[in-house]
């Protein structure tokens, strides 16, 4: 079959583009005016929205339950005679690789270390106390599994449907097809790509900060090399580099290569940290959150009783949930494109249901780990932490491990690979976007326009590191969610209106 040549969708990518350029300028020119700015913004939108980003992202959860028992469940994307094109475990490697793993590795064990030595949640816990072990744990539990899978989910679900089942283009704007029909296309189709265009690359720069943080700290505790400003640029450019390169060899080598290495080490990691580690308290740790997150998960999911301070909320629960939502709509397109051959049912197995019960393993071992060496040393690893950052707190806690020195070298690998694939998969998915003739058959955009995206990804992740750490990287994240988060919404209702008109 004669492939069409590829072309540039100006209208999608000179906007986002001419914007994000001007954003960096400033950025550049007047960063404490641009810092303040973006504050005020930031405060503005979690002051007005919060209560949505909970009750969408809760709601989400019971619209993907009633769908998975529904008739909508057995439909199969591409029609019943399409065959994957993925195996079932490269499938699995590639939703967790591309959606949160570096994520998991930075968060794992600087999250509950906040979690288990503040006060400020509202709930008047003892520092170190059981009830405060508890809570850090559930807590991960409720940032890290169900909820903001859920949103991946849906995006995804309504995406599939909309291009392998009604023939839509790839398009953000498809995902808003079931709902809005042709409306759904043309000039409202391209302001939807151009602002997720311009969310995804806030949230990957503030999730490419995280990542530079975790492998800087991985660089000082192996090698000993101090971290700077210039060897953060260093790691920058590697690293966009290298996912750049993956991006251009298309989805069966790249992701798929880097994303089945990267899952055996998560999964070997993990072991060798349970077997060598308190595995008694890790079991007893992951229990009792799950107890917690069980019975307090209604009140804290829309945080009302909860007892939690909205400023807690705000600043930890409602940063993750933007995050989510500034990657969804693009990863949509490309966790989209890989369900085709599968079942809506396998859909919500591949991305929600199998990658949470795998994050909650993961945040139950690096967890409750770091967690039970941090009340035995009292306090020692949370001011480890609080004096050399959160990049260092899962290097700390291998310090306290047999064979711990082995397992940073290991975890900063997997944390380099990690984002190279996350960013792989979205980058070719945000090119494709921004050029014509994007079709089942023909897939991946020129390597050109990956390449200016990568870069600008890079610079605006560089930036707001170096001028406002990781208050910028937070930042970021509540920006790029905001406005995809309403489009995600108009998503929810098209599947929402499917539901209700399927056929028994």
């Known amino acids: 079959m004669q492939v069409n040549q590829k072309s540039l969708n100006k209208p999608v990518f000179f906007p986002p583009l001419i914007v994000l350029l001007l954003t960096v300028a400033y950025g550049i020119y007047a960063p404490e005016e641009f810092l303040n700015m973006v504050k005020s913004a930031n405060s503005w939108i979690l002051t007005h929205f919060g209560w949505l980003f909970t009750w969408s992202s809760f709601l989400f959860l019971l619209l993907i339950l009633a769908i998975y028992f529904s008739p909508i469940g057995k439909t199969r994307f591409g029609g019943k005679e399409a065959k994957p094109?993925?195996?079932?475990?490269?499938?699995?490697?590639?939703?967790?690789?591309?959606?949160?793993?570096?994520?998991?590795?930075?968060?794992?064990?600087?999250?509950?270390?906040?979690?288990?030595?503040?006060?400020?949640?509202g709930l008047n816990l003892?520092?170190?106390?059981?009830?405060?072990?508890?809570?850090?744990?559930?807590?991960?539990?409720?940032?890290?599994?169900?909820?903001?899978?859920?949103?991946?989910?849906?995006?995804?679900?309504?995406?599939?449907?909309?291009?392998?089942?009604?023939?839509?283009?790839?398009?953000?704007?498809?995902?808003?097809?079931?709902?809005?029909?042709?409306?759904a296309h043309g000039k409202i189709g391209d302001i939807a790509d151009i602002?997720?265009?311009?969310?995804?690359?806030?949230?990957?720069?503030?999730?490419?900060?995280?990542?530079?943080?975790?492998i800087l700290g991985g660089l000082e505790t192996n090698f000993g090399i101090s971290s700077s400003?210039?060897?953060?640029?260093?790691?920058?450019?590697?690293?966009?580099?290298?996912?750049?390169?993956?991006?251009?060899t298309g989805l069966t080598k790249g992701i798929?290569?880097?994303?089945?290495?990267?899952?055996?080490?998560?999964?070997?990691?993990?072991?060798?940290?349970?077997?060598?580690?308190?595995?008694?308290?890790?079991?007893?740790?992951?229990?009792?959150?799950?107890?917690?997150?069980?019975?307090?998960?209604?009140?804290r999911s829309l945080n009302i009783n909860s007892g939690i301070q909205k400023e807690w909320y705000d600043s930890w629960t409602n940063y993750y949930l933007a995050n989510w939502y500034a990657w969804a709509p693009i990863t949509s397109l490309f966790l989209g494109r890989l369900a085709i051959g599968y079942t809506v049912r396998d859909f919500i197995n591949f991305n929600l249901l199998f990658p949470s019960l795998f994050a909650i393993i993961w945040m139950s071992i690096f967890g409750g780990t770091t967690l039970h060496f941090d009340i035995l040393g009292n306090g020692e690893l949370f001011q480890y932490m609080t004096a050399f950052g959160e990049g260092n707190a899962m290097y700390a806690m291998f310090s306290k491990l047999s064979y711990g020195n082995v397992m940073s070298l290991f975890a900063l690998a997997m944390l380099f690979?990690?984002?190279?694939?996350?960013?792989?998969?979205?980058?070719?998915?945000?090119?494709a976007l921004s050029s014509k003739d994007i079709h089942p058959t023909s897939p991946e955009a020129a390597i050109w326009i990956k390449v200016i995206w990568g870069v600008l990804i890079g610079t605006v992740s560089y930036i707001m590191l170096t001028y406002a750490g990781i208050d910028g990287i937070r930042i970021l994240s509540v920006l790029g969610g905001f406005p995809s988060m309403f489009l995600i919404i108009i998503a929810a209702l098209g599947l929402l209106k499917m539901l209700i008109y399927s056929k028994p």
Request: proline share 3%.
């Open 85 to 121: 094109t993925l195996s079932k475990h490269t499938w699995f490697a590639i939703a967790i690789c591309t959606t949160t793993a570096s994520a998991l590795i930075f968060w794992a064990c600087a999250e509950p270390l906040y979690h288990l030595n503040s006060q400020t949640d």
């Open 126 to 183: 003892t520092v170190g106390s059981k009830e405060a072990v508890a809570f850090s744990m559930s807590t991960l539990f409720m940032h890290w599994s169900f909820t903001p899978y859920g949103i991946y989910t849906v995006a995804g679900l309504a995406f599939a449907h909309a291009y392998y089942n009604l023939k839509q283009p790839f398009s953000i704007g498809s995902m808003m097809y079931p709902l809005l029909k042709e409306n």
């Open 417 to 431: 690979i990690a984002f190279i694939t996350a960013a792989d998969s979205n980058v070719s998915a945000m090119s």
């Open 195 to 214: 602002i997720c265009l311009y969310a995804l690359i806030l949230g990957m720069s503030a999730s490419l900060g995280g990542g530079l943080l975790a």
């Open 256 to 299: 798929r290569f880097f994303s089945n290495i990267n899952i055996s080490i998560f999964i070997g990691l993990a072991f060798f940290v349970f077997i060598l580690g308190p595995s008694k308290e890790i079991i007893t740790t992951a229990l009792n959150g799950a107890k917690d997150y069980v019975v307090n998960f209604l009140p």
């Open 229 to 248: 400003s210039n060897l953060m640029l260093m790691v920058c450019v590697v690293i966009v580099c290298t996912f750049i390169i993956s991006s251009a």
